[in-house]
């Protein structure tokens, strides 16, 4: 079973029940998939203002939420799976501490969704999927994720670049896809939000969208 770990945010609660449904609808192994929700997390840290999802630290908690045992997968909210997870859970992760898509992200909007300034940093997006192997991972300790900068956690310092690993490029393309793309991410901003209701990519995620409500109808019927 592979263990997913979803980031959440209460102010678009949809987005990470649609990705929910899109790995479930590929997936030929068992997953249990898990929402980072702040008020459950007891994350002693202060708001930061430049933050643009109540998931931005709460991600390096998996390790920690995960006993620093095993393998687990973190995603975004703003994306939609194409593809079999379990391609993932099989890779190997001997000696490795993380499995990322390594992009090279220059950015060239000025703000991001809810206003927010879009940033530009190295190894920017890399931690927006992660697959961790969690045994390797004691450096995000809670005390760790309650302190340290934003740019020590999505930089990975203090973690061996030896122990840092490619994702292919297709799990993880940024608000682009092709015929060969496993994952999209919505990075600059989703479908769900009005100014963004005429992304290339929107009619995707609302038919995904509408099949997870149709479904979740009849289930409950």
Same mark, same amino acid.
């Given at each position: %079973?592979?263990? @997913?770990?979803?980031?959440?945010?209460?102010?678009?609660?949809?987005?990470?029940?649609?990705?929910?449904?899109? $790995? #479930?609808?590929? &997936?030929? @192994?068992?997953?249990?998939?898990?929402?980072?929700? *702040?008020?459950? $997390?007891?994350?002693?840290? !202060?708001?930061?203002?430049?933050?643009?999802? !109540?998931? =931005?630290?709460?991600?390096?908690?998996?390790?920690?939420?995960?006993?620093?045992?095993?393998? &687990? #997968?973190?995603?975004?909210?703003?994306? *939609?799976?194409?593809?079999?997870?379990? !391609?993932? &859970? !099989?890779?190997? %992760?001997?000696?490795?501490a993380l499995r990322v898509v390594q992009h090279d992200y220059q950015p060239a909007n000025t703000v991001k969704m809810y206003g927010c300034p879009q940033t530009s940093y190295p190894r920017k997006n890399w931690s927006?999927?992660? #697959?961790?192997?969690?045994?390797? $991972?004691?450096?995000?300790?809670?005390?760790?994720?309650? =302190?340290?900068?934003? &740019?020590?956690?999505?930089?990975?310092?203090?973690?061996?670049?030896?122990?840092?690993?490619?994702?292919?490029?297709?799990?993880?393309? $940024?608000?682009?896809?092709?015929? =060969?793309?496993?994952?999209?991410?919505?990075?600059?901003?989703?479908?769900?939000?009005?100014?963004?209701?005429?992304?290339?990519?929107?009619?995707?995620?609302?038919?995904?969208?509408?099949?997870?409500?149709?479904?979740?109808?009849?289930?409950?019927?």
């Amino acid at each position: %079973m592979l263990r @997913i770990f979803i980031g959440w945010d209460s102010r678009f609660p949809e987005p990470a029940d649609v990705l929910h449904y899109s $790995l #479930l609808k590929h &997936a030929s @192994i068992p997953l249990d998939i898990r929402y980072l929700k *702040l008020d459950e $997390l007891d994350l002693a840290r !202060e708001h930061d203002p430049r933050a643009s999802t !109540e998931f =931005t630290y709460s991600r390096f908690l998996v390790p920690h939420l995960c006993g620093f045992r095993g393998r &687990a #997968l973190f995603l975004d909210n703003d994306m *939609l799976c194409f593809a079999d997870v379990r !391609e993932l &859970a !099989e890779l190997d %992760m001997d000696g490795l501490a993380l499995r990322v898509v390594q992009h090279d992200y220059q950015p060239a909007n000025t703000v991001k969704m809810y206003g927010c300034p879009q940033t530009s940093y190295p190894r920017k997006n890399w931690s927006s999927m992660m #697959l961790m192997n969690c045994d390797r $991972l004691r450096v995000w300790s809670k005390e760790t994720v309650s =302190t340290q900068t934003g &740019a020590y956690l999505h930089r990975f310092q203090d973690i061996p670049d030896a122990e840092i690993s490619a994702l292919p490029k297709t799990w993880n393309t $940024l608000d682009w896809m092709d015929d =060969t793309t496993k994952l999209i991410h919505y990075t600059n901003g989703g479908p769900w939000f009005d100014d963004y209701r005429d992304h290339p990519h929107a009619k995707i995620w609302f038919r995904y969208r509408d099949e997870m409500r149709f479904a979740a109808a009849r289930h409950a019927a």
